[in-house]
Structures are given as C-alpha cells and as structure tokens.
C-alpha cells in the first residue's frame, strides 16, 4: 500500500451533484463521482449520500453506490 501511495504523484476526486432530496431532516444526495490518478481516469460510478440534520448542521449518515 506503501507503494502504491509512493508512485502516485497526484489524486484527483471530481464530484458532480446531480440530485438533492429532502425529507424533513433527512436528505439525499445523487452524485457522480470520478476519480483520477497521475492525470488518467481511474473510476467513474453513481454515488449517493444519506443525511441528517443535527444541531450542528448536516451530517452524512451513509455512502453508498
């Protein structure tokens, strides 16, 4: 793992929102996610993220695919 972290110069993670919903305090997100590794796409998949609202603002509860 040492390595592999070693032999990259750089990591990019690009996310797109695509959809929000709201359910009183809860929420979810719709991403598109793409991840880029020394310059080259690596990945690119959906992604969605579950809220709450709490006291101190949003929190992401879950993130799944």
Do not use: H, M, N, Y
């Not at 990591?11 to 996610?33: H, M, N, W, Y």
């Amino acid at each position: 793992l040492r390595k592999a972290f070693e032999s990259t110069r750089s990591q990019d993670v690009t996310i797109t929102i695509q959809s929000i919903r709201l359910e009183g305090p809860r929420a979810e997100a719709r991403l598109a996610r793409r991840d880029t590794l020394d310059g080259s796409i690596v990945s690119s998949f959906p992604q969605t993220l579950r809220l709450s609202l709490t006291a101190a603002g949003w929190v992401i509860d879950e993130i799944g695919k």
